[in-house]
């Protein structure tokens, strides 16, 4: 039995709250035909946005993703309001002649849930035409997003479907029989991919990001509405803040793993303002494979964990055992990061081992890719990862080993991180295990440290880097039986786009001895 062949919304009832950032000044470039997403921006000349070349998959899909009306909202004029319906309508008339990418399920998603958050702006003094072709839309992003599960095998999208449809039924006149059957769909879907620890299946914090700024405006449409969220969205809201609380970096920016790029730093303080969970941040996410070591204001956060699974590795990136540094508010050793382009749109190179502060072999990476329906997912990575923490009176020490390599070379990496109890030293070990056959420089075992852009680098001896914070904080790099070299590196996770830096060499003079490094901060 169709269930979509029973509901016929007759009105819409609210209009739940939009946490994404809004800028107002947006709305006046959106009015004179500017169009800037994804890092790519467009001028219409006076044409609809629709109708011109879009510049790229991810610029394509934030257009008709309709996130942008929360800045047409934020214009808060009627000139902006007429703006946003213009824009509606031109869109609702497409119809058949809207692009594939329209049509896909995390578009359609997107766009569902941005009608029914924006539906007071563009309904207000609405003509009864608008009022009805507005609710029209929306069944039929309904009765596009129940066929999600047909259309990609991707469960980050099947979620939004199952949230959007949730949503829906919450919002409008007619809904009921939507809301309690897709309300349960999600609640159990957020049980199996929210693990215990509050990580996502796909090992990407940005997913957790997101979900959040959808399921906590659920969260309030379900009060609004006098009734009770679902028990797995409750659940999955508290499990996800402290993990992402473990994941954030003093400055307030989430670590750079799985395809987590800039960190909108105020809508993550709403997150936390939203949920009641003081005090430190976790140390560990065992099911989810991360580690943070903290002292006296040093912060490293490790990557520990598996390849997720093949389905959800379209953001997953080769950096197992990689890490994080950061000290007081300021981030040293960082991964080059995702740009904002988002996923799909992620080159190879920035997937790589080689983009992360982890060791790599023969200059290859740890997992092996492959390209399908336009996603470059992991085929296959390291599984077995193997972990022991302790704690010293010189700190703590992460243990670490993975057979990314094994399959190919017949070892695996070892790799130690320690943070000095101080706060003002870290240190690490690097190594194969067995030793490899051929173990030259050149081809050998080599680990990158990249640096954050405000950091500056400068050779001081052979083996010996001397870095040099914003904010004049002195640290100096050695390295032990490896050659240390600097290179020229890329950070892709900037809110103003990518930017030039710099990133340590680290190469072993033989890769079953291994090197061995520290990085200490200079006294004053």
Request: glycine fraction near 10%; charge should be positive.
């Amino acid at each position: 039995m169709n269930p979509f062949g029973r509901f016929q919304p007759t009105s819409f009832l609210f209009a739940p709250p939009d946490l994404r950032t809004a800028d107002p000044t947006v709305a006046a470039e959106i009015y004179a035909g500017q169009f800037a997403f994804a890092g790519r921006s467009v001028a219409t000349n006076g044409a609809s946005p629709f109708a011109v070349p879009a510049p790229s998959a991810s610029w394509e899909e934030a257009l008709y993703g309709f996130g942008w009306l929360r800045h047409l909202q934020a214009g808060n004029s009627a000139l902006a309001r007429d703006n946003a319906r213009t824009l509606v309508s031109d869109f609702l008339a497409r119809g058949s002649q809207r692009p594939a990418i329209a049509r896909q399920p995390k578009v359609a998603a997107r766009r569902l849930i941005a009608f029914l958050a924006h539906s007071a702006m563009l309904l207000d003094d609405a003509t009864h035409g608008f009022y009805q072709s507005y609710l029209g839309a929306v069944r039929s992003e309904a009765k596009l997003l129940r066929t999600a599960r047909s259309l990609t095998d991707d469960p980050v999208v099947h979620l939004d479907a199952a949230l959007a449809l949730t949503l829906l039924g919450l919002c409008v006149e007619g809904g009921a029989g939507l809301e309690r059957r897709y309300g349960r769909l999600l609640s159990d879907m957020l049980d199996v991919q929210v693990l215990s620890d509050g990580g996502h299946l796909s090992r990407n914090p940005r997913v957790l990001v997101d979900l959040m700024l959808d399921l906590l405006p659920l969260r309030s449409t379900y009060a609004a509405r006098g009734a009770e969220a679902p028990r797995g969205v409750i659940s999955a809201i508290d499990r996800i803040v402290p993990h992402l609380k473990m994941m954030r970096h003093p400055d307030g920016s989430i670590a750079l793993f799985n395809g987590m790029g800039a960190s909108q730093v105020d809508a993550l303080a709403t997150i936390f303002a939203s949920h009641d969970s003081r005090g430190r941040a976790a140390t560990e996410a065992p099911y989810t494979g991360y580690q943070r070591l903290e002292a006296n204001g040093a912060v490293l956060i490790a990557d520990t964990g598996p390849a997720p699974p093949f389905a959800l590795s379209a953001d997953a990136m080769a950096g197992c055992l990689s890490f994080e540094f950061s000290h007081g508010r300021e981030r040293i050793i960082v991964n080059c990061g995702a740009p904002r382009g988002g996923s799909g749109e992620v080159p190879v190179e920035l997937k790589s081992t080689a983009a992360h502060n982890t060791p790599s072999f023969a200059d290859t990476s740890s997992c092996a890719f492959i390209s399908l329906n336009g996603q470059i997912r992991i085929l296959h990575g390291p599984r077995a990862v193997t972990l022991a923490r302790s704690t010293s009176a010189q700190g703590e020490t992460l243990d670490l080993c993975h057979d990314g390599y094994r399959k190919r070379y017949g070892f695996d990496i070892r790799r130690q991180l320690a943070v000095g109890l101080d706060g003002l030293s870290i240190r690490g070990q690097e190594s194969c295990s067995p030793a490899p056959r051929s173990p030259g420089t050149a081809d050998g075992l080599v680990t990158r440290f990249h640096l954050h852009p405000s950091v500056r680098a400068e050779p001081v001896t052979a083996n010996e880097v001397r870095l040099v914070t914003a904010r004049g904080a002195v640290w100096h790099f050695t390295g032990t039986d490896a050659e240390v070299t600097l290179d020229d590196s890329m950070f892709f996770a900037g809110i103003e786009g990518p930017r030039r830096t710099r990133q340590i060499v680290l190469r072993a003079f033989d890769a079953g001895t291994g090197s061995r490094w520290q990085m200490r901060r200079a006294a004053g």
